[in-house]
């Protein structure tokens, strides 16, 4: 066994050096999987912030919707939707243009976006009734939109006597 110093100290040397790049590769592949994680993280926060904001503006425009239907008179209802004084049920809707152009304009700031409004007589005890014998009217506000593969929904109903 030959101790000189210089050659134990060189020994030591090239050991230590080869155990630091293994440290150091180590910690490159973990603070490599640390900030994929991180990014990963961020990305799926700023997705879920826009849905969100997306879902609070469909509310929004739900809410809108059902007030401007609000100020219409309980017998201006029906003529408003188109409908006649026998008629049960009645329906506007963006995708097919029955609904007032102003809706179209609040739809377009969703992606595929739509707003359906439904209206329905109803008479004692919530049973289906004529619009010219109704006693209350229920007002059902429906914007949906699409998000990613799925369609998301907001749906408000009010029923005005």
Same mark, same amino acid.
């Given at each position: 066994?030959?101790?000189?110093?210089?050659?134990?100290?060189?020994?030591?040397?090239?050991?230590?050096?080869?155990?630091?790049?293994?440290?150091?590769?180590?910690?490159?592949?973990?603070?490599? !999987?640390? #900030?994929?994680?991180?990014?990963?993280?961020?990305?799926?926060?700023?997705?879920?912030?826009?849905?969100?904001?997306?879902?609070?503006?469909?509310?929004? !425009?739900?809410?809108?919707? !059902?007030?401007?239907?609000? !100020?219409?008179?309980?017998?201006?209802?029906?003529?408003?939707?188109?409908?006649?004084?026998?008629? =049960?049920? #009645?329906?506007?809707? =963006?995708?097919? /243009?029955?609904?007032?152009?102003?809706?179209?304009?609040?739809?377009?700031?969703?992606?595929?976006?739509?707003?359906?409004?439904?209206?329905? /007589?109803?008479?004692?005890?919530?049973?289906?009734?004529?619009?010219?014998?109704? &006693?209350?009217?229920? &007002?059902?506000?429906? &914007?949906?939109? $699409?998000?990613?593969?799925?369609?998301?929904?907001?749906?408000? *109903? =009010? *029923? $005005?006597?």
């Amino acid at each position: 066994m030959n101790d000189r110093p210089g050659q134990r100290h060189l020994f030591f040397f090239h050991r230590a050096s080869g155990f630091v790049l293994l440290d150091a590769l180590l910690a490159g592949v973990l603070l490599g !999987i640390v #900030a994929l994680s991180a990014v990963a993280l961020v990305d799926h926060a700023l997705r879920v912030g826009r849905a969100a904001e997306r879902l609070d503006r469909g509310r929004e !425009i739900a809410e809108r919707t !059902i007030r401007e239907l609000e !100020i219409v008179s309980f017998h201006g209802l029906p003529e408003r939707f188109g409908a006649a004084v026998d008629d =049960t049920t #009645a329906r506007l809707d =963006t995708a097919d /243009g029955s609904a007032p152009s102003s809706w179209s304009g609040l739809a377009a700031e969703l992606p595929e976006g739509r707003i359906i409004a439904h209206l329905e /007589g109803l008479g004692p005890a919530a049973a289906d009734r004529a619009f010219g014998a109704a &006693v209350a009217l229920r &007002v059902t506000v429906v &914007v949906s939109w $699409r998000e990613a593969a799925r369609r998301r929904v907001v749906r408000l *109903v =009010t *029923v $005005r006597t």
